[in-house]
């Protein structure tokens, strides 16, 4: 679906019905939790590699945003408030012709201690996903998950 040339104002009497959109948004993000969550059912998240270029997304993740503690609860106002953004575009930028949907919607648990729920669970960009549930596999924060699964 066209919305138009870049730059050019949306029309909202003659927009589609962008409720499809929103289905097919929220459908496809459901489809990454799940499918994520399966995967470290299956495999010890420390053994994970989620991306071909993981080792860069961590290292560059410890270097913007050094007080972030993986083992903790995000900060969801933190993350969403104008510094929070303007720090996260900057960070999530580098990877827009290196990472597909690099800045797609996902879901992300707000602490790795729980699983997806609704108030565990916030909405992100991809590459915050990334960027954080690899800190968090790197320091074995996701092992329950598979060990919980295989007992």
């Given at each position: ?9 949306l ?48 290292d ?6 050094p ?79 598979y ?5």
């Amino acid at each position: 679906m066209s919305l138009g040339p870049a730059g050019a104002s949306l029309d909202p009497e003659q927009a589609e019905n962008f409720e499809d959109m929103e289905k097919q948004f929220a459908v496809k993000a459901v489809q990454h939790m799940t499918t994520y969550w399966a995967i470290l059912e299956k495999l010890k998240g420390s053994q994970l590699r989620l991306t071909k270029i993981d080792d860069k997304i961590y290292d560059h993740f410890k270097k913007d945003f050094p007080e972030f503690d993986a083992a903790e609860t995000i900060d969801e106002d933190q993350m969403k408030s104008k510094e929070g953004k303007e720090r996260w575009r900057n960070f999530m930028m580098v990877y827009e012709k290196k990472i597909d949907d690099y800045n797609f919607g996902t879901m992300l648990r707000a602490n790795p201690k729980f699983e997806y729920g609704e108030k565990e669970t916030i909405f992100a960009m991809r590459m915050q996903f990334y960027a954080i549930e690899i800190a968090r596999n790197r320091q074995g924060l996701n092992d329950w998950v598979y060990e919980q699964a295989h007992t």
